[in-house]
T-cell receptor, first 107, second 116 residues
Framework: EDQVTQSPEALRLQEGESSSLNCSYTVSGLRGLFWYRQDPGKGPEFLFTLYSAGEEKEKERLKATLTKKESFLHITAPKPEDSATYLCAGYNYQLIWGAGTKLIIKP | DGGITQSPKYLFRKEGQNVTLSCEQNLNHDAMYWYRQDPGQGLRLIYYSQIVNDFQKGDIAEGYSVSREKKESFPLTVTSAQKNPTAFYLC???????????????FGPGTRLTVT
């Protein structure tokens, strides 16, 4: 069964403290791995698509990487405004979603 | 400004009543989707449509119905047959992938439905 698992469920960091969020997947014939950001009470906002192992993409303080089994979202020197839930999803003609990691950045 | 609108933002209904959630997009996307989001769970697909007048069931279609009479619009009806309708409902749209391509889905702001 295709599955996407995100860890940790929640992560609290001090402002400026870099860390990584994990997205492990078992999706047969994966055609893409998506990352989204979701603020409370709002719809997810698209961040990145990764297509093949070894690929990396960056946006401001975020960098997403992909291996054959997992993806990481690295956050460098985060600020309080980076606080949100980060969702990943594997694509194989449909999106298979993880439950998300809630990231809290304390000033 | 291109985007997806959902209305209303909050909706309250009594048990046994049907309710329709609105979703409109002006992105000229062919595909539209409805998801349900519950705390601690991933998004679950209810229905999707890739073309006007055609739609397919997702993983949790029971108790829901949709229509796609216009490319821009994809309303979702939550019927009284849905056993646990209280949730956050998200509408999304995308271009349609060709072959190995996959395209990101863009989401609306969501509708929070509470049924008592």
């Amino acid at each position: 069964e295709d599955q996407v698992t995100q860890s940790p469920e929640a992560l609290r960091l001090q402002e400026g403290e870099s860390s990584s969020l994990n997205c492990s997947y078992t999706v047969s014939g994966l055609r893409g791995l998506f990352w989204y950001r979701q603020d409370p009470g709002k719809g997810p906002e698209f961040l990145f698509t990764l297509y093949s192992a070894g690929e990396e993409k960056e946006k401001e303080r975020l960098k997403a990487t992909l291996t054959k089994k997992e993806s990481f979202l690295h956050i460098t020197a985060p600020k309080p405004e980076d606080s949100a839930t980060y969702l990943c999803a594997g694509y194989n003609y449909q999106l298979i979603w993880g439950a998300g990691t809630k990231l809290i950045i304390k000033p | 400004d291109g985007g997806i609108t959902q209305s209303p933002k909050y909706l309250f209904r009594k048990e046994g009543q049907n309710v329709t959630l609105s979703c409109e997009q002006n992105l000229n996307h062919d595909a539209m989707y409805w998801y349900r989001q519950d705390p601690g769970q991933g998004l679950r697909l209810i229905y999707y449509s890739q073309i006007v007048n055609d739609f397919q069931k997702g993983d949790i279609a029971e108790g829901y119905s949709v229509s796609r009479e216009k490319k821009e619009s994809f309303p979702l009806t939550v019927t009284s047959a849905q056993k646990n309708p209280t949730a956050f409902y998200l509408c999304a749209s995308s271009t349609i992938g060709r072959g190995h391509s996959s395209y990101e889905q863009y989401f609306g702001p969501g509708t929070r439905l509470t049924v008592t």
